[in-house]
């Protein structure tokens, strides 16, 4: 069974940093791009960043470019969501997602951890 | 960047009726769309992508269609475990974007 289990959300001030974690389970992780989306209330869903199945491919939004970095460690099964100069519109809940192999739909979603910029 | 437009963005229906949700891409996306179903405390479910082909799972009653700029989600017989939130999604080009949302209610 596929699992996506996120990590590393919380509370934090505008400007501070913020890593949030996803551990894969129930496939070959090195095989799938994988992705970052969020989502808030007014703004919906938002795709974030996306990296390739070696990590040599890196994709992002405009508004977190420079800002947030993807990464991810293959012999862990766990991808990474670096977020520095945190600004109170990143606030969402994010999710961690898997791509397909031949395209960037996303067949497998985690559940989600809410991150909160706020002073 | 590749603006979604869903509509429409409240449905109500009752088990046993046929819906439909569009979805109208700002350009052509050619057949690239997923739909999405979600649901309070699980894991967004992807129902089809590239337009219209089913995702391992996904149940006959629904079905996709369209592409270029025009697309249409159609559930068929509701069931009381369809009702909740359907998002598309262009995956024709980066950035990724989506549909505001569909929230199908029960009538």
């Known amino acids: 069974e596929v699992q996506l289990v996120e990590s590393g959300g919380g509370l934090v001030q505008p400007g501070r940093s913020l890593k949030l974690s996803c551990a894969a389970s129930?496939?070959?992780?090195?095989?799938?791009?994988m992705a970052w989306v969020r989502q808030t209330p007014t703004k919906g869903l938002e795709w974030v960043a996306s990296i390739s199945t070696g990590g040599g491919n890196t994709y992002y939004r405009d508004s977190v470019k420079g800002r947030f970095t993807i990464s991810r460690d293959n012999a862990k099964n766990t991808q990474y969501l670096q977020m520095d100069s945190l600004r109170s519109e990143d606030t969402a809940t994010y999710y961690c997602a898997r791509q397909s192999r031949s395209s960037h739909w996303f067949a497998y979603w985690g559940q989600g951890t809410l991150v909160t910029v706020s002073s | 960047d590749v603006q979604m437009t869903q509509s429409p963005s409240n449905l109500a229906a009752s088990p046993g009726e046929s819906v439909s949700i569009n979805c109208k891409a700002s350009?052509?996306?050619?057949?690239?769309l997923a739909w999405y179903q979600q649901k309070p405390g699980k894991a967004n479910k992807l129902l089809i992508y590239s337009g219209s082909t089913l995702q391992s799972g996904t149940p006959s009653r629904f079905s996709g269609s369209g592409s270029g700029t025009d697309f249409t989600l159609t559930i068929r017989n509701l069931e009381p475990e369809d009702f909740g939130l359907y998002y598309c999604q262009q995956h024709n080009e980066y950035p990724d974007t989506f549909g505001a949302g569909t929230k199908l209610e029960l009538k």
């Open positions: 350009k052509s996306i050619s057949k690239y």
């Open positions: 129930g496939f070959t992780f090195s095989n799938y791009g």
